[in-house]
């Protein structure tokens, strides 16, 4: 009997240590995450600041959460594979930041909640009902890139005084890009500054005929509207601008890091850090459409210095003064 007891207690201790049956049953939660740039060696500065967002809230990718990624490296027909892909896996949340990747998750599913980090619209662009009342499934970020076009016009003519010809590079295959030229267009008018459109295709952008157009029409600036294969090709057209002796304006500082002169953008990384507090609460048990898109509070002027110096460029004190960040 003492020893029956013995075993008894024994039993229940293991089981409160160890309760295996639980351990088993317990799922972790699986993110599914859509880069349309980047690749499993080097995935940007985007998925690095989504990583660090969770981290900073108590999540371990391999601990207590498992990240599924997809990379599309810039080659956006392979969008929809990859989002059926991580569909069939039955991830508990979707994250991405391209457009066809969101709008191909959103037709596909009306269950899995997504959660987007997006420069258009998502109300024009029908993502969602509003921002404040999403509906549906889709939820996130939007940094409104495509607002601020006149304002960085604005500073690209303030920091380079005689400014008359603007060049625009965009993907002309890139989803919102066509809307984003018109929005520097109209922008350009009231600012009295010409613009040259700077077509480039993906999947394979000649980026080096477009400089050449640019330097035959005698663009004197550039504008880069950013979408997943530009975000792909930084470096390559940094180094185009420089090599051109071209001042770059840019919407988003990676280009600046990358040799770009200037930027003027919503924080990139703090939208994908921000990203993660939606997963949280979507894991938490929050439905998407009860989470309201945020906007962008804070934005940023960034303006590389070596870069200035390096095409021949001298900026205003006054612009200088107010720049948020300055790379020597």
């Not at 639980?22 to 940007?44: E, L, N, T, W």
């Not at 490296?73 to 391209?98: H, M, T, Y």
């Not at 997943?228 to 420089?242: F, H, K, P």
Request: net charge positive; aromatic share 6%; proline share 5%.
């Amino acid at each position: 009997m003492r020893r029956n007891i013995s075993w008894l207690v024994a039993l229940i201790f293991l089981v409160a240590v160890f309760p295996v049956d639980a351990q088993q049953s317990a799922k972790m939660p699986r993110i599914g995450y859509v880069s349309g740039s980047g690749d499993a060696k080097k995935p940007g500065t985007n998925v690095e600041a989504f990583r660090q967002g969770l981290r900073d809230i108590g999540y371990v990718d391999g601990n207590n959460i498992l990240i599924e990624y997809r990379y599309a490296e810039g080659k956006l027909d392979r969008i929809p594979n990859l989002v059926a892909e991580l569909l069939q896996l039955k991830v508990d949340v979707l994250v991405s930041s391209v457009f066809q990747a969101i709008i191909a998750a959103k037709l596909a599913t009306k269950t899995i909640p997504i959660v987007m980090v997006t420069v258009v619209d998502p109300v024009e662009t029908g993502l969602i009902e509003s921002l404040a009342h999403p509906g549906g499934n889709v939820t996130g970020l939007t940094n409104l890139a495509r607002g601020l076009s006149g304002k960085r016009l604005e500073l690209l003519k303030e920091a380079i005084p005689g400014l008359s010809r603007v060049g625009v590079l965009w993907d002309a295959n890139a989803p919102g890009a066509g809307l984003g030229f018109k929005e520097y267009d109209t922008a350009a008018h009231s600012l009295k500054l010409r613009l040259q459109s700077l077509e480039v295709r993906s999947p394979n952008p000649d980026f080096v005929g477009a400089f050449q157009v640019a330097t035959k029409e005698r663009a004197s600036a550039l504008v880069t509207i950013r979408s997943s294969i530009m975000n792909r090709y930084e470096i390559q057209i940094a180094e185009l601008t420089i090599k051109n002796r071209l001042p770059s304006m840019n919407e988003g500082s990676p280009y600046v890091a990358a040799g770009g002169l200037m930027s003027y953008s919503a924080n990139i990384d703090e939208s994908f850090r921000r990203a993660a507090v939606y997963v949280d609460k979507i894991l938490k048990g929050t439905k998407p459409a009860d989470l309201p898109v945020e906007q962008p509070m804070n934005f940023e002027f960034v303006i590389n210095l070596k870069t200035a110096k390096q095409i021949g460029v001298t900026i205003p004190p006054e612009v200088l003064a107010r720049a948020n960040k300055l790379i020597r």
